[in-house]
């Protein structure tokens, strides 16, 4: 069965930093997704994104935050100078269409030192 | 309005016997709500969805309950298994908002 996968699984950066995500959608899937899940909290939707350009983003979205997909097949989240509240796992996923099921990478435990 | 209410927090049920999740929302657009299932260290994984022109699916087990009236719907583990403890969330979205909105999630032990 097709698969999201994300790497690295853990990435370890010291505050002010720059990191970046990344992830290989599944192949005929047209939306992406980024999902960030502080520990033991609920899941939060960070950006989607549809035909090369941000769909819908939320309030956490802001500035130090940005998506591409430079080839066919990445799907990367940067964050431009990490804070320590930046920590948690960040879940990318990608559906046919919007409005479909989402199907989710295994994550990346981000911690921020 | 955008909030998905999830409960219980935690649940605890003996082998064999049903597990019972409930969700809640307020956003009458919602068109489409899905549940994932979390194991520890993986992403959350789809395990049934639901239109509300519907008011029960079926899928082996697992049955999701929707109340369009009541704007509530719910999660039914028949015959609950150890492998089945994990973490569940209930989530929902609106054809015109491609984002999914999460319950806070149920971590579900099942004693053997």
């Known amino acids: 069965e097709p698969e999201v996968t994300q790497t690295p699984s853990h990435q370890v950066t010291q505050m002010g930093q720059e990191v970046i995500l990344r992830c290989v959608p599944i192949?005929?899937?047209?939306?992406f997704y980024w999902y960030r899940q502080i520990l033991g909290q609920k899941v939060e939707f960070l950006v989607s994104?549809?035909?090369?350009?941000?769909?819908?983003k939320s309030e956490i979205f802001d500035d130090q935050f940005s998506v591409e997909r430079p080839d066919g097949s990445n799907f990367t989240l940067k964050i431009r100078s990490t804070k320590l509240e930046d920590s948690a796992m960040y879940f990318c996923?990608?559906?046919?269409?919007?409005?479909?099921?989402?199907?989710f990478g295994d994550g990346t435990r981000l911690s921020i030192l | 309005q955008q909030q998905v209410k999830q409960s219980p927090q935690s649940l605890i049920v003996q082998k064999g016997g049903i597990s019972i999740i409930n969700c809640a929302y307020e956003?009458?657009?919602?068109?489409?709500f899905p549940w994932y299932q979390q194991f520890p260290g993986k992403g959350p994984a789809l395990l049934i969805a639901?239109?509300?022109d519907v008011s029960e699916k079926k899928e082996g087990r697992f049955t999701i309950s929707f109340n369009k009236s009541a704007k509530q719907f719910s999660l039914h583990i028949m015959d609950s298994q150890p492998g089945d403890s994990a973490t569940y969330f209930c989530?929902?979205?609106?054809?015109?908002?491609?984002?999914?909105?999460w319950g806070l999630g149920t971590s579900l032990a099942v004693n053997p």
């Open positions: 996923a990608s559906s046919d269409y919007s409005n479909q099921p989402q199907h």
């Open positions: 192949s005929n899937h047209l939306y």
């Open positions: 994104f549809y035909n090369n350009e941000i769909s819908e």
């Open positions: 956003n009458t657009a919602f068109d489409y």
């Open positions: 639901i239109r509300p």
């Open positions: 989530a929902a979205a609106d054809r015109t908002l491609p984002k999914l909105i």
